[in-house]
């Protein structure tokens, strides 16, 4: 008789165990959700964040983004350190949310060349001239990655 409570006691024991493992899997999976091909950024976790540009040199914070008319992030709007408006392609800037940084590679030099605004007057993104103007201070091409996406070449 005493043989089969201790046998029943280790059955609840090793359910109750892959019961708890199974919550703590689950738990898992809700904290850490699963992305499907690249890597996806909560608005506030970007804005806000600091600037960086080549050799460390700081260039700002990010001030706002731009999305296109289909819903894609096309720029992040950085206020320098004179308060005025600089457009960085979404394609140029690196992010890690965790130290809350955005580096861009580009030179401090070339940086400064990069036509700026105000709130007041922002430009027309959606034009093929700022496009391409913008893109080339960056050493961008407008759209080339989601061009190279829809003919299968990058991975979604």
Same mark, same amino acid.
Request: charged share 20%.
């Given at each position: 008789m005493r043989r089969r409570v201790i046998q029943? #006691?280790? *059955?609840? @024991?090793l359910i109750a165990t892959? /019961? #708890?493992l199974g919550l703590l899997t689950a738990q898992e999976k809700q904290e850490k959700p699963a992305t499907s091909g690249g890597q996806h950024y909560r608005a506030k976790e970007i804005l806000g964040s600091k600037v960086s540009l =080549?050799? =460390? %040199? @700081? %260039?700002? @914070?990010v001030e706002d +983004?731009?999305?296109d008319e289909n819903g894609n992030v096309d720029y992040l709007i950085v206020k320098n350190e004179t308060?005025?408006? /600089?457009? /960085?392609p979404?394609?140029?800037a690196q992010f890690d949310v965790k130290k809350r940084t955005t580096v861009v590679q580009i030179t401090p030099e070339k940086f400064k060349q990069v036509p700026t605004y105000t709130v007041e007057q922002y430009? %027309?993104?959606a034009t093929p001239t700022y496009r391409t103007e913008v893109y080339r201070y960056y050493g961008l091409t407008p #759209?080339?990655? $989601? $061009? *190279? +996406?829809r003919r299968g070449v990058v991975p979604r």
């Open positions: 029943l #006691g280790g *059955m609840f @024991t892959t /019961v #708890g =080549e050799a =460390e %040199a @700081t %260039a700002g @914070t +983004i731009v999305l308060n005025k408006l /600089v457009t /960085v979404w394609d140029a430009p %027309a993104f #759209g080339q990655e $989601r $061009r *190279m +996406i």
